[in-house]
Nanobody, 122 residues
């Protein structure tokens, strides 16, 4: 059974950093794509970042390129999202998501974590 559990959110000042963690069980992270999405109040859900084993690459939304970095610890079955230079517009609920058995990033994952709040405010 696939289970995704996020942690690491919170309140941070503009320009600050946070690292989100996703504990993934029931999927082999070396073969299945996994990523992060977010939903801000009053806005559509947005894909933030994804790692695709099919091409071995990390993918990012234009809005976070150069500031966010996705990484994986295969041995621990963990996925991370390092978020630097945070801005108020990054405020959202962040979700870890995956769509097995796809090894490429999906825009409509079938499995989601419960979500975690990130608030960027002074």
């Amino acid at each position: 059974q696939v289970q995704l559990v996020e942690s690491g959110g919170g309140l941070v000042q503009p320009g600050g950093s946070l690292r989100l963690s996703c504990a993934a069980s029931g999927i082999p992270l070396d073969r299945i794509a996994i990523g992060w999405f977010r939903r801000a109040p009053g806005k559509e859900r947005e894909g933030v970042s994804c790692f695709s084993p099919s091409d071995g690459r990390s993918h990012y939304a234009d809005s976070v390129k150069g500031r966010f970095a996705i990484s994986r610890d295969i041995a621990k079955n963990m996925v991370y999202l390092q978020m630097n230079d945070l801005r108020p517009e990054d405020t959202a609920v962040y979700y870890c998501a995956t769509d097995p058995p796809k090894a490429y990033c999906s825009g409509s994952p079938s499995y989601w974590g419960q979500g975690i709040q990130v608030t960027v405010s002074s």
